[in-house]
């Protein structure tokens, strides 16, 4: 029975990879995927790029971390770096940097940041706004966060606005579920030496559109909770529970013993 099963899978496999095979469209924007990562004016092999003076400071930093055999533990954090200094976004020429320096071929950066999602491949704005889309900020209106954002700066998901300030993504759980919504902001308008990653909690539509424009002036809006009812993630209003001192009796009757 597994075996006709397991059969019937590979079959429908063979069925899907032959029909995209002969559907020219799907061909087409397959290679114009690839092309797009590869091969645009502002992202191919051929433009040469490297880390800045004060950065090659810090590959080393972060080189002499690892042993001189396992170099290749280093990729995350070279990737980061060089994200941050290149504006938000890695080109193919920097992961082919990075592959020279930890000494593997350069798919095993490739793989490394293309799996992460917060490695962008494409260009951001200088404030990319990663907004939670994962169950308990979507209960608490994610999506109208997001739709608020879009609306008022007049962009799709991952475009960025002609002023090159802003782009929006979305971003699975950050770990901050207690003050859903919320919203991160990669701040890479300083590059890497003044880089914040911020995060903004209970969050409303009309609050997220005064961070924005807090931003937009050069300001810093205040991190965290947006709830002025909140510390934290304390409860709104305050604790209503464990006010005062603990009563006594202790759970057991030590005298007894
Ligand atoms: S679900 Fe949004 S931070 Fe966890």
Same mark, same amino acid.
């Given at each position: ?6 059969? %019937?899978?590979?079959?429908?496999? $063979? *069925? !899907?990879?032959? @029909? ?14 690839? %092309?797009?990562? !590869? /091969?645009?004016? /502002? =992202? %191919?092999? /051929? ?7 004060? =950065? ?12 001189? =055999?396992?170099?290749? @533990?280093?990729?995350? +954090?070279? $990737? ?15 992961? =082919? ?8 071929? +350069? ?26 889309? &994962? &169950? ?22 991952? *475009?960025? &606005?002609?002023?090159? #300030? ?10 901050c579920c207690v003050n859903a919504p919320m919203l991160a902001v990669a701040d890479y308008s300083k590059g890497s030496e003044g880089y914040t ?5 209970? #969050? ?5 559109? *005064? ?16 709830n002025p009812e909140r510390i934290r993630s304390g409860p709104a209003g305050g604790n209503t529970t464990l006010r005062g001192e603990p009563k006594?009796?202790?759970?057991r009757d030590l005298d007894a013993c």
């Open positions: 029975m597994f075996a006709t099963a397991a059969r %019937n899978a590979g079959k429908r496999l $063979l *069925e !899907i990879r032959r @029909s995209l095979i002969q559907t020219p469209q799907v061909t087409r924007s397959f290679s114009t995927a690839l %092309n797009y990562h !590869i /091969d645009s004016p /502002d =992202n %191919n092999p /051929d433009i040469s790029w490297d880390f800045s003076d004060a =950065n090659k400071e810090k590959v080393r930093e972060i080189l002499s971390h690892y042993p001189s =055999n396992y170099k290749r @533990s280093a990729v995350i +954090p070279l $990737l980061d770096l060089a994200q941050q200094q290149h504006g938000g976004w890695l080109t193919v020429s920097a992961m =082919n940097t990075i592959a020279k320096i930890v000494e593997v071929a +350069p798919i095993r950066v490739y793989e490394v940041a293309t799996f992460y999602s917060m490695f962008n491949r494409s260009k951001v704005g200088k404030y990319h706004l990663l907004v939670c889309g &994962t &169950t308990p900020c979507m209960i608490r209106g994610s999506r109208e966060i997001e739709a608020a954002l879009l609306k008022h700066l007049g962009v799709k998901r991952n *475009e960025v &606005t002609k002023d090159g #300030l802003f782009s929006v993504g979305e971003m699975e759980c950050m770990g990653y911020n995060y903004y909690e209970d #969050l409303t539509p009309e609050r997220v559109v *005064e961070i924005v424009e807090m931003l937009k002036r050069g300001e810093t809006p205040p991190v965290g909770t947006q006594p009796p202790p759970c």
